[in-house]
């Protein structure tokens, strides 16, 4: 709902930039540049915006409290014109894993512009309450309080984008582009709420009703592939399977087949969220295309290769997961003694027995990767860990050893490569990658 954390700039640019402005060739130009920088609060935020923009919080605080005391010399009597440096000192706090200290920053924001009518390109505006809503401690109600707070800014600016857009003035395109991004966090609020009222709220008579509303507000706003999934998200919870399904395959087909590069993607959070929906839909074959994307993008994700290791052994019928979840009868949908699995065809429940073992190989292979960059990067998630650990257990229960997998994977590679081969001279067969069921090249160099 906060602003997510931009693209980091190449280190030639940021050096580039630093020598333009640092290092320059004549020393009374370069002193007065450097003077600048130092003395005018606004070339400071933009400085600490950019370092922060490299991923570099710890370097952007200090231009950023150099920029808060200008602006706000008495500590004691702010004013709003320090509104720029509280946000983004906020932001930073966030980026440096200090939730409280950014919640006190934002909160002295909201002191100042109580109801966003200040401009964003001020310091004002909505983001510090929807930052507020997932940062507050308490949770529940107060969170709630914050994202309407957020809602009630944006659904007064998106009229007033409307208006400005019928009158046809030059700026229409830009002020296309900002009424849609309005619109999208408008849903994007309204889908955060709804999951308020499915965790810390759910118990509350009014939580079903409260989530039917927001949710159709939020597509009514922005029916976007991450509305989508929240949609499916309360149909799963409601126990309703076919609609929850229906409603991931349209979320699906609004990008699926769009370019990487293409700004309809949802973010890597957002996929890996919807590639737990879909395993918990049944929908595994979805759900791994979903997770091989993932990995190819950034294969350093514990949790992309930890949901690809159980979501191969699932499509392999292995497993259960591990987390409670009810059905309509009360029963674990991912349980096989009561999953829709067995109502299957045999055949259809273990594939043959070649691709059942290919898919139990590449759930061993992708939870030990998920395993190996969980101690390297000193990840935190016991369950998951202890999960893997447990599926990996039954795995080598079933395949034996690990060098097993080896043997298996270059026969089936060297008969499937000779098949291919029979009328090429000489019969030569070169392995390249390993590919089969729905593995690709999971080695990991250097882990």
């Known amino acids: 709902m906060g602003k997510s954390r931009p693209s980091n700039s190449s280190k030639g640019n940021r050096r580039e930039k630093e020598r333009s402005i640092l290092n320059g060739t004549q020393v009374p130009r370069s002193k007065a540049r450097k003077s600048q920088i130092i003395l005018d609060p606004t070339a400071l935020l933009a400085r600490a915006t950019t370092i922060l923009q490299t991923g570099q919080p710890d370097a952007a605080l200090p231009f950023a409290q150099r920029a808060l005391a200008l602006l706000q010399p008495a500590s004691n009597n702010p004013t709003h014109l320090s509104l720029p440096a509280l946000s983004l000192l906020g932001e930073i706090f966030i980026e440096l894993g200090d939730p409280a200290t950014a919640s006190d920053f934002f909160l002295q924001a909201v002191s100042l512009d109580p109801d ?8 004002g505006g909505v983001e510090k309450f929807l930052w507020l809503a997932q940062l507050c401690e308490e949770g529940g109600e107060e969170s709630i309080r914050w994202f309407e ?12 984008l409307e208006a400005q857009l019928a009158t046809g003035t030059k700026e229409e395109e830009e002020r296309e582009v900002l009424l849609e991004e309005r619109k999208r966090k408008l849903a994007a609020a309204l889908c955060g709420m709804v999951e308020v009222w499915m965790t810390d709220l759910s118990l509350s008579p009014a939580a079903e009703t409260a989530c039917t509303t927001l949710i159709s507000r939020a597509l009514a706003a922005s029916p976007t592939a991450p509305t989508l999934q929240t949609q499916a998200s309360l ?3 409601q126990c309703n399977l076919p609609e929850a399904r229906s409603v991931l395959n349209r979320s699906l087909s609004l990008w699926q087949d769009l370019p990487p590069e293409h700004p309809d993607i949802p973010d890597f959070p957002t996929r890996i969220s919807l590639s737990r929906l879909l395993m918990e839909a049944g929908m595994e074959d979805y759900a791994m295309s979903v997770l091989e994307g993932l990995v190819a993008e950034e294969d350093g994700s514990v949790e992309a290769w930890y949901l690809g290791g159980w979501c191969a052994s699932l499509l392999a019928g292995l497993g259960r997961e591990p987390e409670e979840s009810e059905n309509e009868a009360g029963e674990d949908p991912m349980d096989e003694s009561t999953s829709t699995r067995e109502t299957m065809a ?3 429940v273990a594939k043959t027995g070649d691709e059942r073992n290919a898919l139990l190989i590449t759930s061993r292979e992708w939870l030990k990767n998920s395993l190996r960059l969980y101690d390297m990067q000193d990840y935190e998630d016991d369950r998951l860990r202890d999960h893997a650990l447990e599926v990996v257990e039954q795995l080598d229960g079933i395949l034996g050893d690990v060098a097993d997998d080896e043997e298996v994977l270059e ?8 098949d291919d081969d029979d009328d090429n001279e000489g019969g030569n067969v070169e392995v390249e990658t390993r590919e089969s069921g729905h593995h690709g090249d999971l080695e990991m160099n250097g882990t």
Not at 411 to 418: A, H, K, R
């Open 149 to 160: 707070k957020g809602t009630e800014v944006l659904e007064r600016d998106i009229p007033d």
């Open 235 to 237: 149909l799963l919870s």
């Open 411 to 418: 026969g089936e590679e060297l008969e499937e490569d000779s």
């Open 346 to 348: 045999d055949d259809e």
């Open 116 to 123: 966003g009518h200040i401009p964003e390109s001020e310091g």
